[in-house]
């Protein structure tokens, strides 16, 4: 009973460890721009159009994001039973940093046989900062899934080779689809490494001759194949798309020169900005494990060697390199973490000193202590995030308001909002006001009339609103301004000094605080 109550606690510490970087306040933050609310919109509409196969962005079909729809099916499914808003797009990327961590702690317990080892590979990935992080596991962006289905497939497999037992083959390709259907091509960049393995373990032909290999790997191309030739019989010319948008695109052409591509790019991104205070664990972590007499703890640490290193290269001489899609890397490097602060868990456990106390609680305190620094940097961050740059205040200054009005702060109602450029994440909130009875759209600033009452933030368009109309004025928050039309110049009003009367909001009798 005593050993059930202690085995039950340690689990319940790590569960509340994990909640505060996964879960808490995860819609504190209004909706990211680019990925997260591009999804945003396509589940927003997939609510609205019941299209499970069809992606679309202002209810046509999306050409931008061309991806699987396994991600957006989850956060349209979350919209239906919670309602839209940042919650049901951030819910299933934190479940996926759960099941994450879940995977982590029963593969370091069933099969390297430590809990401890498993306890510390989890509390390692939570606490780096590139995965706890806008992009990947605090917003609702592809990479957190496809990094859990990628992680779950690589250990799979790496049971497989050393077991040979044929059910990991067949949950390693349920796997492998789920982040296929996650993220298209990028589900398969672990796949050198599985073969380079495969041919040291003496696997690789074995399997060639393996019907179950082949059952396995016609399920995983039979439904691959199946999602696009079903996109393209809905869109014609679907694949010829993809092909520039995903593949060949992607990978090959990208936004990169040959010249450009630089190979240190995600080495100085996990340096210097996500496990600059761990880094050196890391190779630690690999000796401790490849010299270790433990036979699995041995061949572990040279296959996460050989996974972390292809994927590595196979990224770095990518024409398109962006900091977040070094994601998979986080949970195998949190292993080679846990290794070595294993190593010297066990050694403060087996150390002859302990003799004299009757509880030796010395490796805990050391456990304690390597944890807290880390911990509470990442809890800073999760706490109640606000911005996560500097720049985010003004960036995002009408997505704060919008999410604001939302929770009906300020009414929205008849009014028009102005916004210069992408704007996918406010669209995202005026799509939940209207369907709250709120009428409230997007102007183009060039044709206002009087009458008009306007929402703007971005100076470029309050200059052009002080130059070419008369109007009243009131700040409502922050930046963001409200602006009452009144009259349209014939000529352009050059004689303002636009900057001081936008600061000030009192020069030439237009503005009414």
């Known amino acids: 009973m005593k050993t059930n109550f202690t085995k039950l606690f340690r689990y319940l510490i790590l569960a509340l460890l994990v909640y505060m970087p996964v879960f808490g306040f995860m819609d504190d933050m209004p ?6 609310s591009r999804l945003a ?3 927003y509409e997939m609510t609205k159009t019941g299209q499970l196969l069809r992606v679309t962005c202002g209810y046509h079909t999306d050409y931008e994001n061309m991806k699987p729809p396994l991600m957006i099916w989850l956060q349209a499914g979350c919209m239906k039973m919670f309602g839209a808003g940042e919650i049901a797009v951030r819910l299933p990327t934190a479940f996926a940093a759960f099941f994450t961590c879940i995977i982590l702690l029963v593969f370091c317990e069933k099969y390297l046989g430590s809990f401890w080892l498993g306890f510390i590979a989890v509390v390692a990935l939570i606490t780096t900062n590139g995965y706890i992080h806008y992009h990947v596991a605090r917003s609702g962006d592809y990479d957190t899934m496809l990094t859990c289905f990628t992680t779950l497939s690589a250990l799979l497999f790496f049971v497989y080779c050393e077991t040979e037992k044929t059910k990991w083959l067949y949950l390693f390709f349920a796997a492998l689809t789920f982040a296929f259907f996650t993220k298209g091509i990028a589900s398969l960049l672990f796949s050198p490494a599985y073969i380079i393995y495969a041919l040291m373990r003496k696997r690789f032909l074995p399997l060639l001759t393996n019907k179950h290999f082949y059952l396995g790997m016609f399920g995983f191309l ?42 240190r790019f995600y080495y100085d991104e996990l340096i210097e900005s996500y496990i600059y205070d761990r880094y050196f664990l890391i190779p630690c972590g690999f000796v401790i494990g490849f010299f270790s007499k433990n036979k699995r703890l041995k061949q572990t640490s040279l296959y996460l060697f050989i996974v ?13 390199q962006l900091y977040w899609y070094d994601a998979p890397l ?34 805990y305190v050391f456990l304690f202590l390597v944890i807290l620094f880390p911990y509470q940097k990442i809890w800073h ?15 995002y200054a009408l997505s704060y308001f919008l999410k604001e009005a939302v929770n009906g702060n300020y009414n929205l109602n008849n009014a028009h909002l102005l916004h210069e450029g992408y704007r996918a994440h406010c669209d995202f909130y005026t799509n939940i006001l209207n369907d709250r009875g709120v009428n409230v759209d997007f102007k183009d600033w060039h044709s206002l009339v009087p009458g008009d009452t306007v929402i703007a933030f971005q100076q470029s368009v309050k200059d052009y609103l002080c130059r070419h109309y008369r109007y009243t004025s009131k700040k409502l928050k922050g930046i963001v301004a409200q602006y009452s039309i009144t009259e349209k110049y014939t000529t352009v009003n050059d004689s303002t000094d636009c900057n001081a009367q936008n600061e000030t909001g009192k020069k030439s009798g237009q503005f009414s605080n």
Not at 233 to 250: A, M, Q, S
Not at 251 to 259: A, E, L
Not at 308 to 320: G, H, K, N, P, Q
Not at 381 to 395: A, L, M, R, S, V
């Open 222 to 263: 039979g439904l691959a194949c199946g999602y696009y030739a079903a996109r393209e019989y809905l869109d014609p010319g679907y694949f010829w798309k993809l092909n520039d948008n995903e593949l060949v695109g992607r990978y090959f052409v990208g936004d990169k020169t040959k010249s450009e591509i630089n190979f």
């Open 41 to 43: 919109i396509n589940a």
């Open 330 to 363: 986080y949970p195998l490097l949190s292993i080679f973490v846990a290794l070595f602060v294993h190593w010297v868990f066990d050694a403060l456990k087996n150390a002859s000193f302990t003799n004299y106390f009757t509880h030796n609680a010395v490796p």
């Open 308 to 320: 972390c290193v292809t994927f590595y290269i196979i990224l770095s001489i990518a024409r398109t």
């Open 31 to 36: 909706i990211r721009v680019y990925d997260e």
């Open 381 to 395: 961050k999760t706490y109640k995030p606000g911005e996560i740059h500097p720049w985010d205040k003004d960036y």
